[in-house]
């Protein structure tokens, strides 16, 4: 098949087979949107690996190495920037869990009103068709180079995007989630199943750094390339727009309870990093196999050399458990994707133009939604130029709505009008920056504070928000969720439910700032730890 070894076809064969009747196997209980879009049935195991496989695709194993292998190990940050997010991932994932929305843009409904729910849902699904299509060309690249030309980008992508749109649009998110887990396993594979042997034939890491010799390119930090700045800044604009990203809804709140969602979100994302640490070290051993071996090296090398390296090294057999490895990296986040999109196209666009219409009939539409948006991200992804500029571009899209998110979670003035504002004003300071010769870290912080002094501003001279929404705002973040709750429309509690009631930091002003709980603070410091102890562990071994 397309020039593989036998062995090699039957393992991709028997993989894509194997998943797509899994995922419509998951689907075949789904009745109504509200199945398809947010299942909340899901433990801790599924929701740790649905959080690892949305978050963790081949893509990023492309940027990782590319960046490893052309800046040396301080291009581990393009995916360790979110690292110094993960504690925070702790307080969120019961935000959200409280917050009983089917889509990211219900909540902003619920505090801004119906204009920013559609900003937000364009916003977002415009987004997510960028990061599908970005996910889509990394995983090109890799079968390109993996299989040494014998399978074209031109095939490959067309071909992941139907096979996921099939289980997908049957099953929704609880086949997104099922798959998620056994995918989540392929790509711990697909992350490690190279490190030993390039490590072997340059003589372990002690070759590493005989062979490179410059400590810059061994230094997490480099000052002339990727420097504290840099990290700082994009771990910022990271945390700003992770809540903006339509898909953490599904990673946060698809668990049975609050619990399951911060269990699977921290851990999920733990185990991604650990991930990226082995595509780094992958790309700078490549580095020193090519300076051993006297290999050229061109400007298209670095997005080849991970899938370059699988066709040098992996037998029959091996490389057919690489390219499914990395296929189900990739459909295991373009799922979610499509999904969360397919949401706000059918939730927050169609349905409130066309209400009263059966489950049925909004099921369809979700389906057929869910075709169209990957179809637009395969478009994408014949149009983007490389990997890494469709990551910093994807990476700047969601922030400019995660301001309103923010400053509507601990600011009760901020408002709709605020929420227009903010955004507008940070696409035009992205689009100004971009004629400036500022360093990428000095326009994001000259667009990020456009965007919140716009929205403070615009927010105190219009009128407040209406209380009753205010109220029902923070006061589905302040009742827990209980276990098997049976809910109605999106953002109401249960009913017969009265709303909880938590000591508050700066009570009787406009800033609402709860006290945290002992679960709370247990779970930032751990984590903390863990991120320190990670850092700390990567720099030990590398030195």
């Not at 893509?59 to 581990?76: E, H, P, W």
């Not at 801004?112 to 977002?124: E, I, Q, R, T």
């Not at 955004?423 to 667009?447: K, V």
């Not at 209406?466 to 249960?494: M, N, S, W």
Request: charged share 15%; net charge positive; proline share 4%.
């Amino acid at each position: 098949m397309f020039g593989l070894a036998l062995l090699d076809a039957l393992v991709i064969v028997g993989y894509l087979a194997g998943i797509t009747a899994l995922g419509i196997w998951s689907g075949r209980r789904v009745r109504g949107t509200s199945e398809f879009f947010m299942p909340r049935k899901f433990g801790k195991g599924m929701m740790m690996m649905h959080a690892f496989g949305t978050g963790t695709a081949s893509d990023q194993a492309v940027v990782v190495s590319a960046g490893t292998f052309k800046l040396g190990l301080s291009g581990i940050w393009f995916q360790w920037l979110w690292m110094f997010n993960t504690p925070f991932y702790w307080l969120i994932a019961p935000i959200f869990r409280r917050l009983r929305a089917n889509t990211t843009a219900d909540v902003y409904r619920l505090r801004f009103g119906p204009s920013v729910s559609v900003l937000f849902a364009l916003v977002g699904i415009i987004g997510l068709a960028v990061k599908i299509g970005l996910m889509l060309k990394g995983a090109g690249a890799l079968i390109d180079s993996g299989t040494n030309g014998a399978v074209s980008p031109a095939v490959a992508m067309p071909v992941v995007a139907i096979l996921f749109v099939i289980y997908g649009a049957t099953g929704g998110l609880s086949a997104a989630i099922l798959t998620d887990y056994v995918q989540g396993l392929l790509t711990v594979v697909f992350s490690f199943i190279l490190l030993p042997s390039v490590l072997h034939a340059v003589g372990g890491l002690s070759g590493v750094r005989e062979t490179i010799n410059d400590p810059q390119m061994l230094s997490l930090v480099a000052p002339d390339k990727i420097d504290t700045l840099f990290i700082v800044t994009f771990a910022l604009l990271s945390l700003i727009g992770i809540v903006a990203q339509p898909f953490i809804m599904g990673v946060c709140a698809a668990g049975r309870t609050e619990m399951d969602g911060r269990f699977g979100f921290v851990v999920g994302n733990l185990i991604k990093r650990v991930c990226s640490a082995a595509w780094a070290v992958t790309g700078i051993a490549a580095l020193a196999y090519f300076i051993q071996e006297g290999m050229a090296i061109d400007d298209s090398t670095p997005d080849r050399v991970y899938g370059q390296m699988a066709q040098t090294f992996l037998s029959p057999g091996w490389l057919g458990l690489f390219v499914a490895a990395l296929l189900a990296g990739v459909m295991s986040s373009c799922d979610s994707f499509m999904i969360s999109a397919s949401g706000l196209f059918t939730e927050n666009l169609y349905r409130p133009l066309r209400a009263g219409r059966s489950e049925k009939h909004y099921l369809w539409v979700g389906r057929f939604a869910a075709l169209v948006i990957v179809a637009a991200g395969v478009w994408v992804a014949f149009k983007m130029p490389n990997v890494v500029s469709g990551l910093k571009a994807w990476l700047k899209i969601a922030p400019m709505l995660g301001i309103a998110f923010w400053m509507g979670l601990f600011w009760r003035r901020f408002n709709a009008a605020g929420a227009w504002a903010s955004t507008l004003a940070g696409f035009l300071g992205w689009w100004l920056m971009s004629f400036t010769d500022w360093t990428e870290p000095l326009q994001i912080l000259s667009y990020l504070s456009m965007s919140i002094v716009a929205g403070a501003v615009a927010s105190l001279v219009t009128k407040r928000s209406a209380q009753k929404d205010l109220e029902r705002f923070h006061g589905l973040i302040r009742t827990p969720v209980e276990l098997g709750e049976q809910l109605g429309a999106p953002c109401l509690l249960p009913e017969g439910r009265l709303p909880g009631v938590r000591p508050m930091a700066f009570a009787g002003t406009d800033f609402e700032f709860p006290r945290p709980s002992k679960t709370s603070v247990i779970g930032f410091l751990l984590s903390s730890l863990a991120v320190a102890g990670m850092i700390g562990g990567f720099v030990w071994l590398m030195a």
